[in-house]
């Protein structure tokens, strides 16, 4: 306690105004009186505070920046660096916000969610426009992690402050955040237990007919991939890097931007249909009955990532052998040199030869 009070009197002090001191007293006495933490505490809390307190946009910001900086100086997160506060606080923002929920709403339903590759690119950048008309900016959605998403009934909930309502894009079925975001997560989830993009394909196939396959809860996404980007670069065949590479702040722009001018990148389907006359009937089988055990996704990922160890150096192998090429390359252009000069020597030594004959033979001729 002697510590907290020794943090929080330093963070006033140097904020160098008794203005201060009454902001933090004024905080401290309405999280007591709504039974909520002021040290630390939450986004939500102080999104609270702002509202029970209006005031002009300056005095908010000062508010803001002494309960930021008490924060700051014990070490703790501060609660006015989060997406909740900075709309409170950006009138602008939130105009920007409303302008892009409503054209997201006029153009969410053309957003394809299936076919191969068309519904991979769809669902993410369904998901990047959902993020951006709830308010979140390029740069906040491209450094989310898939562990920052969770769900609560039919709310969106990023990074545990910022809440997306159900809502958000109109009642039409199928467009609410929950479900775009389920249907993104579903494809995350079976590049997580095979890795192969035949199986995504066959999950986006609108003919194939199978077995509804439920995404696992967004709030139990296994430990060693919520550490992983939300949103990934996916290469036009509908691959996703080995090592998942987050998307750019200026491709989510680009993506978003393409969409809500409803001129959308396009992405033609693969899954073509069989063609007359083509014998579509499958093939047999070389083992009716193939016995796999339960880790054969796992046994297939390791074989993968073993061999893409063993493969990380090629690169530098390359640049090796390029070395050496450029080296033998520069030793046969001087051995060339020398042949060059050495058949310039015997031409001119030939060259005087002939002249010294010539001149001895015309000398030889001549009458005494």
Known sequence: MNTERRWVGSALEGAGSDRSGSTWSLFCDWCIAADRSALPATASTLARFLD???AAKSTQRRRVAVIDRVHRRGGLAEPGHTVTVRLALNDRRRKKAASVRAAAAAIIDQVPVDGWPSGLFGRRDAMILTLLASGMTPTEITVLRRGDIAVD??????????RIPGNLLGDRPGHRPVEIYR???QIQSILDRSGSTRM???????SRVHAAQPC???NVVPAAHASEPLLVRIDRWGHTPWGPDPL???????????HLTRQPPIHRDRTAPPRAGRDTAAAPALHENPMLDNNYYAHGITARRRAHERLSDTTSRLDEIDERIESLLHRLAGIEHALDTERAGHGAQEAHRKHATRQSQEGGSDPR
Do not use: C, E, K, N
């Open 52 to 54: 029970a307190h209006p």
């Open 153 to 162: 009934s039919d709310d969106l909930v990023i990074s545990g402050d910022h």
């Open 183 to 185: 249907r993104w997560a």
């Open 200 to 206: 995504v394909a066959d999950t986006l196939d609108p």
């Open 216 to 218: 696992p809860p967004p």
């Open 248 to 258: 750019t702040r200026t491709s989510a722009t680009m993506l978003a931007r393409a």
